[in-house]
């Protein structure tokens, strides 16, 4: 009896780990295919492996391949969609930075100017202004409510506690940034018209070229409320603006 | 049949040549004329209806004759009002009069045509036939948009049909003011739309008299520039508000500005005593305008934006320079375009030199940022001692007037360069040659592939906007109230002794609330009243005493007092004479069953709180 547990628990663990190995291999082996193909002009199929490989694998170089693919397929605003996404994953990754300078470049488009509160939010990872906003608000009720007030005023808690108030202070304006950053994303359609209402019959008064910088403001119904660079507002398609995050 | 018809030909000819001998006697000696003081005239407002009567001859000796009263045709549709006379010289030197002039004051009372029917007028002996004479008549509401005359405008200077996406266009915004209008204030012009931007618009408008038609105006010019940020069709078009004061008798205003001269200063004033305030927002026609993209191929790689005709020039600082020594690098584009709007050339010359971002210097030359100088200064380092020459730079701008990209080349400017280099110096005349590397074929965008899946990630909604996180900090809150409640809760005992015994004793009470409830299962009815007894004890220490130093006559004696039900106090009594005759005399106390006296305990228990409470109270 214990033998046959025993069997059946190593062929599990047979399978689980050629499961695993399984896995692994077809993503770095699609990634290669498909950068194959980039190199050899075949775009749309390099498009497809890669958001394959994305429904399995989000990572900011595949965001980067996947931008390149489709800029060298036409498609300007899913190229800048990506390689934004990419370098939201990954601020440090200088090789987006540059794909993206040289398509806003080549197609003179807008390059996204981030307010002071964004720049804030940007400074560090958002992982680290999460834990700051916690360390503040915690360390200040732990250390000025708590301590300080209800066991014993000493001033080291004080201390601690104006300390932790700066802090949350601090993350919580970044916080602010983060959101307002969170609004970002592209204008991925070819024609991204941008009307007055939200209604197929609404009149368009500006056009935007693919991959321009936008802001949602607000979703109705098939349309998104959105700002431009230009600071200009006005109503887009759903499917022609997509959000970074 | 042919006799009659002439006999009454000839008759009705009768009065007809009467009437036209007549008029050629009276044309004799004087001309007659009619005529309003203006073509339009405002409903219920006074007009000029004037009579002119003229000598034929000038010379003759004939002096003229103030006629007291002249009876005019009166008709429902004016008024006739005040009448007035007076005499007509040909020169300021004549002392005889040419002339007279009978004026009446006419109040128009239907809007249209007015007129004013011919009649016939006796003066001086004669019979003089005076012309019939019209007037247009408006409501007084007309006047602001009267065809004639346009109270203000503004039109904006811009010839051009086709401009190219991001061209500087210099042009001119001109408000035209009527002359006379007081108390004018008006705003800079704003643009209208978003198909462009007005870059730059200079401070405060000049400022001149004109003259258009009949009309003298007092013109504002902005000069200004715009740029088109949209291609395909796009309309311009600006708008100025305009505050000003304006005499509410506006055709008489209008008169009093047409009639120059001192007289006209002083009616204008006089007319100003009765104004009012106004306010108009004035727009510019809508002008339609075809942008076109600069190019449809490729840009040049060393385009930064510059569009218009430019000069561009570049110096060193030095010719003679030490390796990691700093010198200045100075380029300068100058001339006409959107200046501001371009960019600065990024130079990268490679390992040899190191390069930094250049400060940037803009002089204006026409308030406009149109013509101008700007000077991007560099600070740059020769790494190599085996530098020649400082090397070529190049900068593309599009020209407006070749309508074409055009290339301007800075030759590499010799140099002589001293110390050991700090840089290795491979494939040295590549890197000389090589312009700023940018990434610019994709090729370059090709080598910018990865290669490797990177670490998993994801991009989810900022952690403020998920749930787990106000879920983790609400619990935490909770868990920081309750530690902050049994703190507080601490900190009140040690505060008030009167609770500390209050808690201790209801410890007490349940304490012996449950040796009461064990007794009563294993029907141990020593144990049980016993624990009744204690149970009580807590009671009433809860509120004064220590449970341990109180007595059956000091329970007795506070239940006493108490108010409860008479039967309750018995059943209290009860339960301790049991415990006190088991503890004085040994006597076995009774054994009823103890279930139901424990849940009767329990009653009396909460009864006894009730009362201990109101007392309190």
């Given at each position: 009896?214990?033998?046959?547990?025993?069997?059946?628990?190593g062929a599990?663990?047979?399978?689980?780990?050629?499961?695993c190995?399984?896995?692994?291999?077809?993503?770095?082996?699609?990634?290669?295919?498909?950068?194959k193909?980039?190199?050899?002009g075949?775009?749309?199929a390099?498009?497809n492996?890669?958001?394959?490989?994305l429904?399995?694998?989000?990572?900011?170089?595949?965001?980067?391949?996947?931008?390149?693919?489709?800029?060298?397929?036409?498609?300007?605003?899913?190229?800048?969609?990506?390689?934004?996404?990419?370098?939201k994953?990954?601020?440090?990754?200088?090789?987006?930075?540059?794909?993206?300078?040289?398509?806003?470049r080549?197609?003179?488009?807008?390059?996204p100017?981030?307010?002071?509160?964004?720049?804030?939010g940007?400074?560090?990872?958002?992982?680290?202004?999460?834990?700051?906003?916690?360390?503040?608000?915690w360390?200040f009720?732990?250390?000025?409510?708590?301590?300080?007030?209800?066991?014993?005023?000493?001033?080291v808690?004080?201390?601690?506690?104006?300390?932790?108030?700066?802090?949350?202070?601090?993350?919580?304006?970044?916080c602010?940034?983060?959101?307002?950053?969170?609004?970002?994303?592209?204008?991925?359609?070819?024609?991204?018209?941008?009307?007055?209402?939200?209604?197929?019959?609404g009149?368009?008064?500006?056009?935007?070229?693919?991959?321009e910088?936008?802001?949602?403001?607000?979703?109705?119904?098939?349309y998104?409320?959105?700002?431009?660079?230009?600071s200009v507002?006005g109503?887009?398609l759903k499917?022609?603006?997509a959000?970074?995050? | 049949?042919?006799?009659?018809?002439?006999?009454?030909?000839?008759?009705?000819?009768?009065?007809?040549t009467?009437?036209?001998?007549?008029?050629l006697?009276?044309?004799?000696?004087?001309?007659?004329?009619?005529?309003?003081?203006?073509?339009?005239a405002t409903?219920?407002?006074t007009?000029?209806?004037?009579?002119?009567?003229?000598?034929?001859?000038?010379?003759?000796?004939?002096?003229?004759?103030?006629?007291?009263?002249v009876?005019?045709p009166?008709?429902?549709?004016?008024?006739?009002?005040?009448?007035q006379?007076?005499?007509?010289y040909s020169?300021?030197?004549?002392?005889?009069?040419?002339?007279?002039?009978?004026?009446?004051?006419?109040?128009?009372?239907?809007?249209?045509?007015?007129?004013?029917?011919?009649?016939?007028?006796d003066?001086?002996g004669?019979t003089?036939?005076?012309?019939?004479?019209?007037v247009?008549?408006?409501?007084?509401?007309?006047?602001?948009?009267s065809?004639?005359?346009?109270?203000?405008?503004?039109?904006?200077?811009?010839d051009?049909?086709?401009?190219?996406l991001?061209?500087?266009?210099?042009?001119?915004?001109?408000?035209?003011?009527?002359?006379?209008?007081?108390?004018?204030?008006?705003?800079?012009?704003?643009?209208?739309?978003?198909?462009?931007?007005?870059?730059?618009?200079?401070?405060?408008?000049?400022?001149?008299?004109?003259?258009?038609?009949?009309?003298?105006?007092?013109?504002?010019?902005?000069?200004?520039t715009?740029?088109?940020?949209?291609?395909?069709?796009?309309?311009?078009?600006?708008?100025?508000?305009?505050?000003?004061?304006?005499?509410?008798?506006?055709?008489g205003?209008?008169?009093?500005?047409?009639?120059?001269?001192?007289?006209s200063?002083?009616?204008?004033?006089?007319?100003l005593?009765?104004?009012?305030?106004?306010?108009?927002?004035?727009?510019?026609?809508?002008?339609?305008?075809?942008?076109?993209p600069?190019?449809?191929?490729?840009?040049?790689?060393?385009?930064?934006?510059?569009?218009?005709?430019?000069?561009?020039?570049?110096?060193?600082?030095?010719?003679?320079?030490?390796?990691?020594?700093?010198?200045?690098?100075?380029l300068?584009?100058?001339?006409?375009?959107n200046h501001?709007?371009?960019?600065?050339?990024e130079?990268?010359?490679?390992?040899?030199?190191?390069?930094?971002?250049?400060?940037?210097e803009?002089?204006?030359?026409?308030?406009?940022?149109?013509?101008g100088e700007?000077?991007?200064?560099?600070?740059?380092?020769?790494?190599?001692?085996?530098?020649?020459?400082?090397?070529?730079?190049?900068?593309?701008?599009?020209?407006?007037?070749?309508?074409?990209?055009?290339?301007?080349?800075?030759?590499?400017i010799?140099?002589?360069?001293?110390?050991?280099?700090?840089?290795?110096?491979?494939?040295?005349?590549t890197?000389?040659?090589?312009?700023?590397?940018?990434?610019?074929?994709?090729t370059?965008?090709?080598?910018?592939?990865?290669?490797?899946?990177?670490?998993?990630?994801?991009?989810?909604?900022?952690?403020?906007?998920?749930?787990?996180?106000?879920?983790?900090?609400v619990?935490g809150?909770?868990?920081?109230?309750?530690?902050?409640?049994?703190?507080l809760?601490?900190?009140?005992?040690?505060?008030?002794?009167?609770?500390?015994?209050?808690?201790?004793?209801?410890?007490?009470?349940?304490?012996?609330?449950?040796?009461?409830?064990?007794?009563?299962?294993?029907?141990?009815?020593?144990?049980?009243?016993?624990?009744v007894f204690?149970?009580?004890?807590?009671?009433?220490?809860?509120?004064?005493?220590?449970?341990?130093?109180?007595s059956?006559?000091?329970?007795?004696?506070?239940?006493?007092?108490?108010e409860?039900?008479?039967?309750?106090?018995?059943?209290?009594?009860?339960?301790?004479?049991q415990?006190?005759?088991?503890?004085?005399?040994?006597?076995?106390p009774?054994?009823?069953?103890?279930k139901?006296?424990y849940?009767?305990?329990?009653?009396?228990?909460?009864?006894?709180?009730?009362?201990?409470?109101k007392?309190?109270?």
């Amino acid at each position: 009896m214990i033998r046959i547990r025993l069997l059946i628990l190593g062929a599990l663990l047979v399978f689980w780990v050629a499961g695993c190995s399984s896995n692994k291999t077809p993503i770095d082996v699609k990634l290669r295919i498909a950068n194959k193909e980039l190199l050899d002009g075949e775009y749309e199929a390099s498009i497809n492996n890669l958001k394959e490989v994305l429904q399995n694998w989000d990572s900011a170089e595949i965001h980067h391949n996947l931008g390149i693919a489709h800029y060298l397929n036409g498609e300007n605003g899913m190229a800048v969609l990506h390689l934004e996404k990419s370098l939201k994953l990954d601020s440090t990754a200088s090789r987006a930075k540059e794909a993206l300078g040289l398509i806003r470049r080549k197609e003179a488009i807008t390059s996204p100017e981030y307010s002071l509160l964004e720049r804030l939010g940007r400074s560090l990872p958002e992982e680290l202004w999460l834990a700051l906003l916690l360390v503040g608000f915690w360390g200040f009720l732990v250390f000025g409510v708590y301590l300080y007030l209800f066991v014993q005023r000493r001033s080291v808690y004080r201390d601690f506690a104006i300390g932790s108030f700066l802090v949350l202070i601090l993350a919580t304006i970044a916080c602010f940034g983060i959101s307002e950053e969170s609004k970002r994303g592209v204008l991925t359609g070819d024609e991204n018209q941008l009307k007055v209402i939200p209604t197929p019959g609404g009149e368009v008064f500006m056009e935007f070229a693919a991959g321009e910088p936008a802001k949602l403001l607000k979703i109705s119904g098939d349309y998104c409320f959105i700002q431009t660079e230009k600071s200009v507002r006005g109503w887009v398609l759903k499917e022609q603006f997509a959000s970074i995050r | 049949m042919k006799r009659f018809i002439r006999r009454w030909v000839f008759l009705a000819f009768i009065p007809v040549t009467l009437i036209g001998l007549n008029k050629l006697e009276g044309s004799e000696r004087f001309e007659v004329d009619a005529m309003f003081s203006s073509d339009v005239a405002t409903l219920g407002r006074t007009t000029k209806y004037r009579i002119s009567i003229k000598k034929t001859d000038p010379s003759s000796s004939l002096r003229l004759e103030s006629p007291s009263k002249v009876e005019v045709p009166q008709r429902s549709s004016f008024t006739i009002g005040r009448f007035q006379t007076s005499d007509q010289y040909s020169s300021s030197e004549s002392d005889q009069a040419v002339g007279i002039l009978l004026e009446y004051e006419l109040v128009p009372k239907v809007v249209g045509r007015l007129i004013v029917p011919a009649f016939q007028l006796d003066y001086m002996g004669d019979t003089l036939w005076v012309p019939a004479v019209a007037v247009e008549v408006r409501s007084p509401d007309f006047d602001m948009e009267s065809e004639e005359l346009r109270w203000m405008y503004i039109e904006l200077g811009l010839d051009q049909k086709n401009l190219r996406l991001g061209e500087r266009v210099k042009t001119e915004i001109n408000l035209y003011v009527f002359d006379g209008l007081k108390n004018v204030n008006y705003t800079k012009p704003q643009a209208i739309g978003s198909d462009f931007s007005l870059d730059n618009i200079v401070p405060g408008p000049t400022e001149r008299w004109v003259t258009e038609g009949l009309f003298r105006y007092r013109r504002y010019s902005w000069p200004l520039t715009i740029t088109p940020i949209r291609k395909g069709k796009i309309s311009i078009s600006f708008k100025v508000t305009v505050d000003f004061r304006i005499p509410n008798d506006r055709l008489g205003f209008i008169r009093a500005s047409r009639n120059e001269g001192a007289n006209s200063a002083l009616a204008i004033e006089r007319l100003l005593e009765d104004s009012s305030e106004e306010s108009l927002t004035l727009f510019t026609d809508n002008i339609s305008i075809e942008v076109n993209p600069l190019t449809d191929g490729e840009q040049p790689i060393d385009f930064y934006n510059a569009i218009g005709n430019f000069k561009i020039s570049a110096d060193l600082e030095t010719r003679r320079l030490e390796v990691g020594n700093p010198t200045n690098l100075t380029l300068t584009i100058s001339g006409a375009g959107n200046h501001g709007s371009y960019r600065a050339p990024e130079l990268d010359f490679g390992s040899r030199w190191r390069v930094f971002n250049p400060q940037e210097e803009f002089e204006n030359k026409d308030y406009l940022s149109f013509l101008g100088e700007t000077v991007y200064r560099y600070v740059v380092i020769p790494l190599s001692a085996e530098i020649e020459k400082f090397p070529e730079i190049s900068y593309s701008y599009f020209s407006l007037d070749d309508d074409e990209f055009i290339q301007e080349v800075i030759e590499p400017i010799p140099l002589e360069i001293l110390g050991d280099s700090i840089t290795a110096d491979n494939d040295l005349e590549t890197e000389i040659l090589a312009p700023a590397r940018v990434v610019t074929e994709e090729t370059d965008l090709k080598d910018l592939l990865a290669w490797t899946i990177g670490a998993k990630q994801r991009l989810n909604a900022p952690f403020f906007e998920r749930a787990w996180f106000y879920l983790v900090n609400v619990l935490g809150l909770a868990v920081f109230g309750m530690l902050l409640f049994f703190r507080l809760r601490v900190l009140r005992i040690r505060k008030v002794p009167e609770l500390a015994l209050r808690l201790k004793s209801k410890a007490w009470l349940k304490k012996y609330l449950k040796l009461a409830e064990k007794a009563s299962k294993t029907e141990d009815s020593e144990q049980f009243y016993e624990s009744v007894f204690l149970a009580f004890c807590s009671l009433i220490s809860n509120y004064d005493s220590n449970v341990e130093a109180i007595s059956v006559f000091e329970v007795k004696k506070r239940v006493r007092v108490l108010e409860l039900n008479e039967n309750i106090k018995r059943v209290i009594s009860s339960y301790l004479d049991q415990y006190e005759a088991h503890r004085f005399s040994g006597k076995r106390p009774d054994d009823p069953p103890l279930k139901n006296e424990y849940s009767r305990l329990n009653s009396i228990v909460r009864q006894i709180e009730g009362a201990l409470r109101k007392e309190a109270a």
